[in-house]
């Protein structure tokens, strides 16, 4: 069934019918209404009704005209009738070739500026000649200066084994350390050379795979840095630190006896780390307040003592058991937060007047009215109504459902001030033809 809209539909240039099918129907079978269209199934194609007769929209007409712009590279055109284009070609870089519009290529040629296929690029590479000559050994050249060096000018070398000197060892001169070397020529003087700090730079001496062995004293004069290492303590397991004073007295830490593997850690913080002979004795005493009773002492370092903490029971209200539609209402509390009072209430007596009508339906319509009205009080009228439901019409969800069919209707609906609904209709509906249901929201 149909839904019927009793008034315009207006999607205010902003909403899209998207997926709309038009009527399907023959344009015998249709009723004769100006602007209305159908799709007619016997023609297959679109209709319009102009006042006086169906008109086809099968898409069969003339184009108005075709016509080309300067510079498109198209000339020809008409307004009616077959239409011939052709399109405008140079003879340079444009060609007709048996109906086939392809580009014109030239051959390859110095300075040239015609474009080529690609056969012709390919026979042009694969043939080039070698403007160099032959290779031989006369293409390699040294060239003695007070460097020596290599003058290559042709396109090939090839060369053998490369070495140092007669034998590959003969190496005079030393190479400095900023550029890898030791810039020494013994050994022990290359190595001297390397740990003596005057290079400058950062020396690293190993990897994590060596064992470094120091036989004699290691005197550290900077900063001594140890990373991923452990620190072994070998005589008696013990740290010893100098005081603030050089003097006969110093600070030893040392290690327990341990019966596992403990950890010791300090924490994130500046301060000094107290001892537990450092902590004294204190006392910490509760004393009972306001609904609590009993309290106690506990003594810091010394021995426990069992506090108790009680709270005290001062309510005075006893337990409340309703049923059906009696609930409670009211809870009184004191200031501890116990509970003082209960009162309950009747649902079913409670509530008094403050239910009021919630909903209106009446037939509407008496072919003639357009608008129909309905107010809260003082309608005057065939075209208007009370519906008498409050002056809030904002609260009001009305329907309309079309008497003959059953269906929901839709007109505009308006709701204005004082309760007044507004049912505004395209055409004047029929005697009672139109059922209003009104319900009241909150």
Known sequence: ???????????????????????????????????????????????????????NLDGSGDISAVNTASGSGLSGGSSSGAVDLQVEVDGVTLEISTNTIQAKTAAIADSGTGLATADQIHTFVTGYADPAGTQNSTDVTLVTTSHDYLSISGQAITLGAVQLGSTGQDVTGTLPIANGGTGQTTAASAANALLNVSQGGALAIGDSSDTITIAGDLIVTGTQTIQNETVQVIENNTIQFEGTTANDYEIKLTGGDPTA????????????IALTGDIDDGTITITAGNGLVTGGTFTLNGGAAEITIDHEDTSSQASVDNSGLTVVQDVTLDTYGHTTGLASV?????????????EYSALIGDGSATTLILKNTGATGTAQSNHGLGADSTSFMVQLIEVSSGATA????????????????AEAPASNAIRVLINKIG
Do not use: C, Q
Request: glycine share 8%; net charge neutral.
């Open 1 to 55: 069934m149909a839904i019927p809209f009793l008034n315009h539909l207006d999607l205010k240039s902003k909403a899209e019918l998207r997926n709309a099918l038009l009527h399907k129907t023959t344009s015998g079978n249709a009723s004769d209404v100006e602007a209305k269209i159908i799709y007619d199934t016997g023609s297959n194609s679109l209709k319009y009704y102009n006042g006086s007769t169906w008109i």
């Open 410 to 425: 839709h007109a505009d609906v308006n709701r204005v001030a004082s309760g007044v609904v507004n049912i505004v209709f």
């Open 346 to 358: 009747d649902l079913t007596s409670g509530i008094d007047g403050r239910i009021t009508a919630r």
């Open 261 to 272: 593997d403990r950890t010791v850690t300090l924490p994130d913080n500046s301060g000094t």
